[in-house]
């Protein structure tokens, strides 16, 4: 069974900095993709950003240029670097990991609050 836990969430002030982690109970390498999802208040989840086969980065428009997904696979860890936050990137950030035959994984969430 893998296992997700996400932190690093909080509270910035709009044009502040967070850094979200995602640590896997199993390698990050081992996965097809792994990404962020996000849910504001009474919204959808919705896709932020994600990495598939390995290498290839994937953004949302809403979050292109300001937000940067990485991985550090000795640590069975991705992060979300996000910068220039807005208000309206205030919601519960997910991390998700998919592996074909497996399924799809998801951690608890982290809440980000920005401040205007």
């Known amino acids: 069974q893998v296992q997700l836990a996400e932190s690093g969430g909080g509270l910035v002030q709009a044009g502040g900095s967070l850094r979200l982690s995602c640590t896997a109970s199993?390698?990050?390498?081992?996965?097809?993709?792994i990404g962020w999802y996000r849910q504001a208040p009474e919204k959808q989840r919705e896709w932020v950003a994600n990495?598939?086969?390995?290498?290839?980065?994937n953004y949302a428009d809403s979050v292109k240029g300001r937000f940067t997904i990485s991985r550090d696979n000795a640590k069975n860890t991705m992060y979300l670097q996000m910068n220039s936050l807005r208000p309206e990137d205030t919601a519960v950030y997910y991390c998700?990991?998919?592996?074909?035959?497996?399924?799809?994984?998801w951690g608890q969430g982290t809440q980000v609050t920005v401040s205007s």
């Open positions: 990495i598939v086969g390995g290498s290839s980065t």
């Open positions: 199993g390698s990050t390498g081992s996965f097809n993709a």
């Open positions: 998700n990991a998919f592996k074909m035959g497996l399924g799809s994984y």
